[in-house]
């Protein structure tokens, strides 16, 4: 069992910069792989980022790769989405997700997830 709090959302300008961060529960963090995804209103859920358990593999879609990073610090049970550039279709609620070992960008192949975070761009 883990459980994720998401924290960094916020409102900011479209070019502006924003690092959300998951904090995770639990002494078995190092075994999840972990994703992010967002949701705009009206939309489904859009994966946005994933990293494997150990932090050397990451993936991005098209749509964020260049203005998206995602990293993790697992002697904190953290896991970061740095965010560059960005835009009003950025605008949405972002949850971060987890599931063991490796990576996936479905979201149904996550079982775990928080409660998600606000990140709203003006124009």
């Known amino acids: 069992q883990v459980q994720l709090v998401e924290s960094g959302g916020g409102l900011v300008q479209a070019g502006g910069s924003l690092r959300l961060s998951c904090a995770a529960s639990?002494?078995?963090?190092?075994?999840?792989?972990m994703g992010w995804f967002r949701q705009a209103p009206g939309k489904e859920r859009e994966f946005v980022a994933a990293?494997?358990?150990?932090?050397?593999?990451?993936y991005e879609p098209d749509s964020v790769k260049g203005r998206f990073t995602i990293s993790r610090d697992n002697a904190k049970n953290t896991v970061y989405l740095q965010m560059n550039s960005l835009k009003p279709e950025d605008t949405a609620i972002y949850y971060c997700?987890?599931?063991?070992?490796?990576?996936?960008?479905?979201?149904?192949?996550?079982?775990?997830w928080g409660q998600g975070t606000q990140v709203t761009v003006s124009s």
């Open positions: 997700a987890a599931r063991r070992l490796t990576t996936a960008q479905a979201a149904a192949n996550y079982d775990y």
């Open positions: 639990g002494r078995t963090f190092s075994t999840f792989a």
């Open positions: 990293i494997s358990w150990d932090g050397t593999s990451t």
